[in-house]
């Protein structure tokens, strides 16, 4: 990681998060531009970015074709599902696709990946409308005062409604080579942080959970972890502001966590208090169902199957 972005680290609190053990080690991101490793192009330098912030995560590229929502559906959607990503990202503008032809398809997906996409540029004067599925989200730039670290709203965004977090522009990424450096911006800079942000808290996620935030949660995440700096709630500049992440040890991740469903083949005779109770079990693991998938709720619990629970946890906390 360069010196040079020590400041924009310390300043939405990812130097803690690093000394507490996340760094995205073991993260996968898909990310929708082509990042050519032996490249300076621009899908390199938002790679690089990401890893400015989340430094042992591997960033693959898959197809978000630009204008071509037949690549994002049949190939990038089953690729996020089937590798079972956790973060994924593109800042292309997606000027002639309605994003809210995807809802559906992008269900699936947000139920342990988080999608973001910037804004766009206002030199483009179009706005991405891939942002306009309800499961993606929008990411607008600022800046960071060099001599006061005052953050400051660039108007190299598009302003729109469907921003909803704020990421820095005028990153340093090393050249291919590693004899260089580059000086990243625009609104693409800004989501490639964002990203990295994100897979830092899906790091911690795994680690203390067991699975991923949902898209909607890790949306949560994120917008009570962020500051304002235009008026108050969320606007048409940075959305709901800057995500400036929390002392990890501080975090209650578990606010977030979302239980999956159950596939229990006998989960209608399981109580409504104890569903929640009975789906975390099964996705950490401690109690299962037998080789019929049942998880016989009303039956009585044998000594065998309290061993198994009991290994199964001291396996978990071990």
Excluded at 16 to 42: F, L, M, N, P, Q
Excluded at 158 to 179: A, H, K, L, Q, R
Aim: charged share 20%; hydrophobic share 40%; net charge negative.
């Amino acid at each position: 990681m360069l010196s040079e972005n020590d400041r924009f680290r310390k300043f939405h609190g990812v130097d803690a998060w690093h000394k507490a053990g996340y760094t995205g080690a073991g993260i996968t991101i898909v990310d929708g531009e082509d990042h050519d490793r032996v490249s300076d192009g621009h899908g390199a330098k938002a790679m690089r970015t990401i890893q400015e912030f989340a430094p042992d995560v591997t960033v693959v590229h898959s197809t978000f074709s630009e204008n071509n929502g037949a690549d994002f559906e049949d190939i990038t959607i089953p690729y996020i599902i089937s590798n079972h990503i956790c973060v994924a990202g593109a800042s292309q503008s997606f000027k002639e696709i309605d994003g809210s032809q995807f809802d559906d398809a992008m269900e699936p997906v947000a139920r342990a990946c988080f999608v973001c996409m910037s804004i766009g540029n206002r030199d483009i004067t179009q706005i991405n409308n891939m942002l306009k599925c309800k499961y993606i989200y929008g990411i607008s730039a600022y800046s960071l005062g060099l001599l006061n670290n005052k953050p400051v709203w660039d108007s190299v965004s598009i302003e729109s409604d469907m921003v909803d977090f704020c990421g820095p522009i005028n990153v340093w990424v090393p050249s291919s080579d590693g004899t260089g450096r580059y000086l990243f911006n625009g609104t693409s800079c800004a989501r490639a942080v964002i990203t990295g942000l994100s897979a830092l808290v899906q790091d911690m996620a795994i680690k203390r959970t067991g699975k991923p935030l949902s898209g909607p949660m890790m949306y949560q995440f994120l917008k009570d972890c962020c500051r304002q700096i235009i008026g108050t709630g969320k606007n048409a500049q940075t959305g709901w502001g800057i995500p400036i992440l929390p002392d990890p040890e501080t975090v209650d991740i578990w606010k977030y966590w979302e239980a999956s469903e159950m596939a229990f083949t006998d989960k209608d005779k399981i109580p409504t208090y104890a569903k929640s109770s009975v789906s975390l079990l099964d996705d950490l693991g401690i109690m299962q169902g037998n080789t019929a998938g049942e998880f016989m709720p009303n039956e009585k619990i044998t000594r065998a199957e309290v061993a198994v629970a009991l290994a199964n946890l001291y396996r978990k906390l071990a």
